[in-house]
């Protein structure tokens, strides 16, 4: 196989592992989790304020490690504390033991990204890294798709699952040592620390922020609304985050739209198709059909924009793409933190319905943010 395309394929296999079995699976197998080891109210506020605070210490460690010592230990890294937290979340005792198994495997997100963007920069020739970044990135989808028939099919095995999980993310650690480049860009460089946050960084930063504060009507919220709009159960929640997953493969082309249409159209096009997900899934009135083609607009409209973030912070930091993307997706995250505690102030203070809408409004502010035309940061 052609070295560039075992890269994508790897990296492609690394983040749906990371993002779909050791993030997102978890809140498929809540139910039959719940039933054998009881999660009280603190401990799951404490389990969502953890996963998000680990989210961002590890993909700020992630960029920092992946310019020191290289891409393939810190991704490498990523697959093997994935591993870890899944086995610790199969052989979980006890609650607080669960929630610390959780939080572990969800920080392998934060470290796997930043890496596979710099194994891309050295190893990848310039006119295909654009689309295998955005190839890579689509594992979300992949990953996301398949978590939810394993938790249809083995809802109440949750520990033989987890433990097929870990076994994978094991296994595909081996595959990022052969993959990944041993040298790549950022560990022979004599630029350090956090760049000035200006320009093209500035917007992609605030766009990104925007992004990620609208996706939480989805991502937190998504299983709540089914269940208040349709009377869906967590079956009919694992339905809908397969027509998220499924479609966010699709994802995968972003490049290619990208080269062809140019980022600030293609994100427009895509944060209004989030727009229009979240309204059919969530507004007042939708039906199973309409529902099932929201998830399915939103999880491409996502897995496109997360590249879109992805391509822009390689682009402003050509000699430092893991930092680029640790920007990017640092303050995806602090959006969806942030916006997770106001769409629930919404639904609490007004209506669910007021909620959703606001949000999908709040997805197209982020289409105010320019990436065409800006000048990258100088190499040093």
């Known amino acids: 196989m052609n070295p560039s395309l075992y890269l994508g394929a790897t990296g492609f296999a690394l983040i749906a592992v990371c993002y779909g079995f050791a993030r997102f699976a978890f809140g498929l197998f809540l139910p039959a989790i719940d039933a054998e080891i009881s999660l009280s109210p603190t401990l799951s506020g404490l389990v969502s304020g953890g996963a998000f605070l680990t989210y961002c210490v590890a993909v700020t460690l992630s960029a920092w490690l992946t310019e020191r ?52 920069a050295a190893a990848v020739r310039p006119d295909r890294q654009n689309a295998t970044n955005t190839i890579i990135n689509a594992g979300t989808g992949a990953g996301v798709a398949l978590s939810g028939p394993v938790a249809l099919l083995m809802g109440g095995q949750w520990r033989l699952a987890f433990a097929g999980f870990a076994a994978a993310a094991v296994g595909l650690a081996y595959a990022v040592a052969l993959a990944l480049p041993r040298n790549t860009p950022g560990t022979a460089t004599g630029t350090r620390g956090m760049p000035p946050i200006d320009g093209a960084l500035r917007r992609l930063a605030s766009a990104a922020f925007l992004t990620g504060a609208a996706s939480t009507a989805v991502w937190s919220f998504g299983g709540q609304l089914v269940a208040l709009r349709l009377d869906w159960s967590g079956t009919g929640a694992g339905l809908l985050w397969i027509a998220i997953g499924s479609a966010g493969i699709a994802g995968a082309g972003a490049g290619h739209l990208i080269a062809r249409f140019g980022i600030d159209a293609v994100h427009r096009v895509f944060l209004a198709g989030m727009a229009a997900g979240i309204l059919l899934i969530g507004a007042d009135g939708t039906s199973t059909a309409l529902t099932l083609c929201g998830g399915a607009l939103f999880g491409a409209s996502y897995i496109v924009l997360t590249g879109i973030y992805l391509l822009w912070g390689v682009s402003a930091l050509p000699c430092r793409p893991a930092t680029g993307v640790m920007i990017a997706f640092l303050a995806l995250a602090v959006g969806q933190a942030a916006g997770a505690s106001g769409f629930g102030l919404l639904m609490d203070r007004l209506t669910a319905n007021h909620a959703v809408i606001g949000f999908a409004c709040l997805a197209l502010t982020a289409g105010f943010a320019r990436a065409d035309g800006a000048d990258p940061q100088p190499c040093r």
Request: net charge positive.
């Open 69 to 120: 010592i290289g891409a393939r230990h810190v991704a490498i890294a990523a697959a093997l504390i994935a591993a870890a937290g899944m086995a610790g979340i199969a052989a979980a005792p006890s609650a607080p033991w669960l929630a610390g198994a959780v939080m572990l495997a969800g920080s392998s997100t934060g470290l796997a990204s930043p890496p596979l963007a710099a194994a891309v």
